[in-house]
T-cell receptor
């Protein structure tokens, strides 16, 4: 079966750096997405990786290793507004998005 | 601004009473999706339209139907809502599917309560 694993919950301090990991086993691979979802709201697109390596976008970076079935989202200079769930999703060989259950990130002052 | 709009944001219905949720988009995207998401769970794809072609997920109950009368609008009909159908319903669009322009953009969601 297809599977996306990410930690259920993480806690970090305002101003610090946090890394949210995602591992996947899917039927084929056509890219990996990270979404941010605040409580009670819809997911918003953060990043897309299809090639190995690091993609940087402001305070957020996303890394992919296809050979290891592994990605991480790195958040720098954490702000209170970054408290949210972060969803990892992989597009399989049928261009179907397989979603993880999300990592709830709690930021403390 | 180009966007995905869902109405209503909150919907309350009674057990067994049909309900329709709507989604519209100004992005002119070819693909529209409906997801169901329950608390602390991953979004679950119910179906998607590629233009006018309807694609139902194998495990989507018959109780859920969809219509896409034109490029901009898509509707989710729940024929006989049960208590287990209470959830957030998310509409998303993507420019295409399977061509590298598959990023999905979500509307704000409709939270459905079944009494």
């Amino acid at each position: 079966g297809q599977n996306i694993d990410q930690p259920t919950e993480m806690t970090a301090t305002e101003g610090a750096i946090v890394q949210i990991n995602c591992t996947y086993q899917t039927s084929g691979f056509n890219g990996l997405f990270w979404y941010q979802q605040h409580a009670g709201e819809a997911p918003t697109f953060l990043s897309y990786n299809v090639l190995d390596g690091l993609e940087e976008k402001g305070r957020f970076s996303s890394f992919l290793s296809r050979s290891k079935g592994y990605s991480y989202l790195l958040l720098k200079e954490l702000q209170m507004k970054d408290s949210a769930s972060y969803l990892c999703a992989v597009m399989d060989s049928n261009y179907q998005l397989i979603w993880g259950a999300g990592t709830k990130l709690i930021i403390k002052p | 601004d180009a966007m995905v709009i869902q109405n209503p944001r909150y919907q309350v219905t009674q057990f067994g009473k049909p309900v329709t949720l709507s989604c519209s988009q100004t992005l002119n995207h070819n693909v529209m999706y409906w997801y169901q998401q329950k608390s602390s769970q991953a979004p679950k794809l119910l179906f998607h339209y590629y233009d006018k072609d309807f694609n139902n997920e194998a495990d989507t109950p018959d109780n859920f139907q969809s219509r896409r009368p034109n490029t901009s609008f898509c509707f989710l009909d729940i024929r006989s809502p049960g208590l287990g159908d209470a959830a957030m319903y998310l509409c998303a669009t993507s420019r295409d599917r399977g061509t590298g322009t598959d990023t999905q953009y979500f509307g704000p969601g409709t939270r459905l309560t079944v009494l």
